[in-house]
């Protein structure tokens, strides 16, 4: 039996332009690399799984490629980059500030900092979850990270930047990395999936997109999960919900249809099939909020951008906020958000929201009353 590699570590990038969704720090870091004005420390902040450790490992390398040119990043022929991606580059360490925080470790650390490189031009130190270290860990790597040595440079990396003291901060080149946006990691996966031989739909990749709020990690686990679960290697929107134990687009629909139509008893049958189908109310109401915030912008081109969504789905939305009035879309909303906002002190929950869904369908009702008066004010 083969040895399984998962994606995250399969298609782990090797160069700044297969990072996915940072090209304001890959172009910024490249640009220094090429005009050689490197600062003598770095800090990586951003939420996990997008990119601070892989760019850590990407910059160390490159920093010490032997046939850098301003046309290429990096090569993988020169000793140095052959000891790299072996893993044994001498020039390049990393230390996990998670498990080793105290002022010994980092004494350690100034110690090896002492000397200089037996090969290569530059030595890394690359310090991940470095809010972990202790105050007194921070204040021993001051004097170091502030003036060190002409041939090394620090890169540290972390996901709460709060927690790290303004001292070392002040001392760091900071790159703030973003949450990767579902349409870039729906197109990465799409590559990968082609490289696989998976049959991927859009809608699904989408959606993992948007179920790994940003964390290309987590989209790569969750698309390995999915295909995994696909025994003809299919990634199909329907497998994707039913094993994400997500809802339907189109419950939404159909329950935004029982609105403007003022079935109320067709809202309460759609609320009664989501229940038993084991999905939670909470979750219901927020998912109501952003079906009804989706098509109040879709009710405008310019805004439509808006929505991280495939071009299927986008059509829908267009479709059913062409046929609901803003005046609706906006009562709508208000009364979902002020159940979702009431929902845990609520005593009965499924109570609290069988009442907003019968005040929901009568919205249309409540908004016909002016235009009545009127008309009967002109009879008169």
């Known amino acids: ?43 990586f902040c951003g939420p996990r799984g997008v990119g601070k450790t892989t760019c850590s490992r990407i910059l160390a390398k490159t920093i010490n490629c032997l046939n850098i040119t301003p046309d290429t990043e990096s090569c993988d022929e020169c000793t140095s980059c052959k000891s790299f991606n072996s893993g044994n580059s001498l020039n390049i360490s990393e230390l996990d500030a998670a498990s080793n925080n105290s002022v010994e470790d980092i004494r350690n650390l100034i110690e090896q900092v002492r000397y200089p490189p037996q090969a290569g031009k ?82 699904a990749l989408q959606l993992i997109g948007r179920k790994a709020d940003g964390a290309l990690r987590d989209a790569l686990s969750i698309f390995d999960m999915l295909v995994t679960f696909s025994p003809d290697r299919k990634l199909t929107y329907t497998r994707a919900i039913d094993n994400l134990h997500v809802l339907d687009y189109d419950y939404y629909f159909k329950l935004t249809d029982a609105f403007l139509s003022r079935n109320h008893t067709e809202a309460l049958l759609i609320f ?80 609290h929201v069988e009442m907003t869904l019968l005040k929901l369908s009568h919205v249309m009702a409540a908004l016909s009353i002016p235009q009545l008066v009127e008309d009967l004010k002109k009879k008169d």
Do not use: W
């Open 1 to 43: 039996m083969e040895n399984y590699v998962v994606s995250a570590r399969k298609y782990r990038p090797d160069t700044f332009d297969a990072v996915v969704g940072q090209s304001h720090i890959t172009d910024t870091l490249k640009n220094a690399i090429r005009s050689s004005q490197l600062a003598q420390a770095f800090l």
């Open 122 to 203: 530059k030595k890394v130190y690359i310090i991940d979850e470095v809010h972990m270290l202790s105050n007194q860990a921070f204040n021993a790597f001051l004097k170091t990270l502030e003036e060190p040595p002409s041939y090394a440079i620090f890169i540290l990396a972390t996901t709460e930047k709060h927690k790290i003291i303004p001292t070392i901060l002040s001392r760091c080149q900071i790159f703030d990395f973003n949450r990767i946006q579902p349409n870039d990691v729906a197109r990465h996966l799409e590559k990968i999936a082609t490289n696989e031989n998976v049959e991927a739909e859009e809608e």
């Open 272 to 351: 009664d099939q989501i229940l038993k189908k084991g999905f939670d109310g909470h979750n219901f109401v927020v998912g109501l909020c952003e079906h009804l915030r989706d098509l109040l912008v879709s009710k405008d081109a310019a805004t439509v951008t808006l929505l991280e969504l495939s071009e299927t789905i986008k059509e829908k939305y267009k479709s059913q906020a062409a046929q609901s009035s803003f005046s609706f879309l906006m009562s709508a909303l208000n009364l979902a958000s002020a159940c979702e906002l009431s929902y845990k002190s609520s005593k009965n929950q499924r109570l």
